[in-house]
């Protein structure tokens, strides 16, 4: 209680809004459900697609506390195909998704759903992942983590579709897209966080970095005796 009676309000927490700005380029192919034939096919009809993106979140501790990690979106989808550049109407990114166990390793997902419509007026959701795993038989741990980091294995589906209803939803093409290494450069130098003061930023962009590299730790962490989740410990 205060001295005059009333009751004590909590403490408000700062909030801290962090964002970054991603751009990424591939090849699909219309028609065509499976990943690496739709990059490939693609690739060899010139048939590109890009997207480029900011995202953020306008609190970054509720966001790290978020077990789906969900953040909003926005930007624009650029192919020729579909009609030049066209402005994402909504976005959503999930930065790590518990993706279970795949052969006894934990995996962990990248989202990213993209509603916008051609140059015509057709919605259309561009839906994709990345798939974050340690192979059994890794042969440079520095190289998995560099594709499985940067290669968003995506689908162009017709309409605006919810994640529950992509099953049922018609397939416009699919198709692999990628960060190449000069725009990677170019997105390091992106991050932004603003707050309230400077120790409080850094702070907020600390505890970012550290969810970051935790949950790549947990899927990329040494298979060593004496490291791991319990395995091999004397």
């Not at 690496?36 to 693609?42: K, P």
């Not at 000069?182 to 962009?205: E, M, P």
């Amino acid at each position: 209680m205060t001295a005059a009676g009333r009751p004590a309000t909590a403490a408000v927490k700062p909030k801290y809004h962090l964002h970054f700005t991603e751009e990424m380029k591939g090849f699909f192919t219309f028609d065509e459900t499976e990943y690496q034939r739709g990059f490939e096919a693609g690739r060899a009809t010139g048939s590109a697609v890009m997207f480029h993106l900011t995202i953020g979140t306008d609190d970054t501790y509720a966001f790290i506390a978020d077990p789906n990690h969900v953040t909003p979106a926005v930007g624009y989808v650029e192919s020729d195909v579909l009609g030049g550049r066209l402005a994402v109407e909504r976005g959503v990114f999930n930065l790590f998704v518990d993706a279970g166990e795949i052969n006894g390793e934990p995996a962990r997902h990248m989202l990213y759903r993209l509603w916008f419509s051609d140059a015509v007026g057709h919605p259309l959701t561009l839906t994709g992942f990345k798939d974050i795993r340690h192979p059994a038989a890794a042969l440079s741990q520095f190289k998995d983590v560099w594709g499985e980091t940067t290669t968003l294995y995506t689908k162009i589906l017709a309409g605006h579709v919810e994640a529950a209803d992509d099953y049922a939803a018609a397939v416009i093409g699919a198709g692999i897209i990628h960060i190449l290494p000069l725009d990677f450069a170019r997105q390091l130098t992106t991050f932004r966080v603003k707050g309230a003061a400077l120790s409080g930023r850094w702070k907020a962009f600390q505890a970012f970095g550290a969810l970051f590299m935790g949950q790549l730790w947990e899927v990329f962490q040494p298979r060593l005796p004496w490291v791991g989740r319990g395995r091999g410990r004397p």
